[in-house]
């Protein structure tokens, strides 16, 4: 099997844009749809027709576009049921554990409460590749806007569950103030500052810092990170539950 192509790049002010394709079967997906004009005229450039358009979340920075991208391409709208009622445009409603499958790959929809109560992210096993939207960032987590501490706790934990190896892509360029955060409170993480002057670096050179990987997340996000000894200390909560100390790290990090 021909590997699928990712186009990544940046569209309103800090939103990523993802197309996958797979020269294979033409098949072409984008995740989310932040600008419906940029997505229809990259798909132009590389003459792909867009025949999936997959939704994480219902916040208008990740919809706008599907009216432009339904009018163009007319593809299957797949995003979850639980927000069903706040997507305009959906064809296809799923929830957790359901399947579907794109270009000859099962995707897999994990359902992530948290940042919205019915936020997905999408998996592909076969590629390695997880599209966890406005959940897990690099090194850092949605904000909760409608779900609890536990919520997005437990959300990220079946997350950080899947192979080390998984690369993942993510809604928003973030990466640089949750650096920061991070050093805050992971100060003496060496692979943390490591990871910070390459981020650096990237961004320098205009580039993006996703995707990044399970297993990278796993040793430099404070956010998978609430058992680590040297966060706790740093929080002075040695004796705290996991929780507690993710729910003290996501009230830190809106106040940072
Ligand atoms: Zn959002
Ligand atoms: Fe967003």
Redesign the pocket.
């Known amino acids: 099997m021909t590997r699928l192509t990712i186009d990544q790049f940046i569209c309103r002010q800090d939103n990523f844009s993802v197309i996958l394709h797979d020269p294979a079967s033409g098949q072409t997906a984008s995740i989310d749809a932040p600008a419906g004009d940029r997505i229809a005229s990259r798909l132009s450039q590389g003459s792909a027709n867009l025949t999936h358009l997959l939704i994480t ?1 219902h ?1 208008p ?2 919809v706008e576009g599907i009216p432009a991208l339904t009018a163009a391409f007319d593809p299957k709208v797949i995003g979850p049921a639980a927000e069903a009622g706040k997507i305009a445009g959906l064809t296809e409603s799923l929830n957790d554990g359901d399947t579907f499958e794109f270009a000859g790959r099962t995707v897999e929809v994990i359902s992530t409460p948290g ?2 109560s019915g936020h997905i992210c999408f998996h592909i096993p076969d590629e390695q590749l997880l599209f966890a ?2 959940t897990l960032f690099a090194l850092g987590c ?1 904000r909760l ?1 409608e779900g609890s501490p536990e919520d997005m706790f437990n959300s990220l934990n079946r997350l950080a569950a899947l192979p080390d190896e998984t690369s993942v892509y993510c ?1 928003h360029e973030y990466t640089r103030s949750n650096a920061a955060f991070a050093m805050a409170v992971d100060p003496d993480n060496a692979e943390l500052e490591a990871r910070r002057a390459e981020i650096e670096n990237l961004l320098a050179k205009g580039l993006a810092t996703l995707p990044t990987t399970i297993g990278i997340e796993k040793r430099t996000n404070p956010f998978l990170r609430a058992s680590d000894p040297g966060i706790r200390k740093a929080l002075g909560m040695e004796n705290a539950t996991d929780l507690a100390v993710f729910t003290e790290l996501r009230a830190r990090k809106d106040r940072f």
Request: glycine share 28%; charged share 20%.
């Open positions: 979340h916040h920075d990740h940042h919205t939207g406005d949605g806007f809604g």
